[in-house]
């Protein structure tokens, strides 16, 4: 059985696999405290679905990118019951989480997340027989990234929480080309991250790692201050 924890962006996913099958979800997306709720929320979700903790057999969790907070409290969760049960964790990119959920798109699925200041973390995407990943998440300028599909004749989804400046720009930008996710598959689900995370080996829990693919603010700033002192 593998448990699912996605706590990388104001939405909290936490899902059940057990034989293939996805057995329980529970997703909010508000902007509320993961720490304080993450764990009732767990435990709610094993007593609905009449299993216990000795039951999981594999951690599956968002590793980024996302909210600094939000991940490490994800990450904090996941890892701790790894190593208490000791099994495997398996880290699925945030973004690959939510290009999933535009699988059955014909074309180039984009997932992003607003990093401010007109910069974005994105991925690109297709699906085949399995998710292809053909740009590799980063951190980005918005206008650098939409650089990558000057000229398209093909519809592009772009899929995530994107706020209504940047939509305007891509859309700006990529015209009739530029298609964006309905409400309903705009949050990442853990449903996803454990269908994603079935058939990968892991790792042991004290070798996991979060990708944050940019620093916090409060590091980069002590970096610049130690290389001009």
Request: proline share 3%; hydrophobic share 45%; glycine share 8%.
């Amino acid at each position: 059985m593998i448990l699912g924890i996605d706590t990388a962006t104001d939405t909290m996913s936490i899902a059940l696999l057990a034989e293939g099958q996805i057995i329980g979800e529970m997703t909010t997306n508000l902007k509320k405290n993961h720490s304080v709720r993450l764990l009732p929320a767990i435990q709610e979700l094993m007593q609905e679905c009449g299993v216990a903790v000795s039951d999981v057999t594999k951690i599956a969790v968002s590793k980024g990118p996302g909210s600094y907070t939000g991940l490490r409290i994800g990450v904090t969760v996941a890892k701790t019951l790894a190593w208490d049960l000791n099994i495997p964790i398996v880290g699925i990119s945030s973004l690959q989480i939510l290009a999933k959920s535009g699988m059955y798109f014909p074309g180039k699925i984009v997932a992003l997340m607003d990093a401010r200041r007109e910069n974005v973390y994105a991925g690109v995407y297709r699906q085949g027989d399995a998710l292809e990943n053909l740009l590799p998440d980063q951190h980005i300028a918005l206008t650098e990234l939409l650089a990558n599909f000057s000229g398209t004749t093909e519809k592009i989804l772009f899929i995530g929480a994107i706020p209504p400046n940047l939509q305007d720009r891509i859309a700006g930008e990529l015209g009739q080309h530029a298609v964006f996710a309905s409400a309903d598959t705009n949050f990442a689900r853990a449903a996803s991250l454990v269908a994603l995370a079935q058939h990968e080996s892991g790792t042991e829990a004290t070798n996991f790692t979060p990708d944050y693919l940019k620093l916090a603010e409060a590091e980069s700033k002590w970096l610049e201050a130690r290389k001009k002192a």
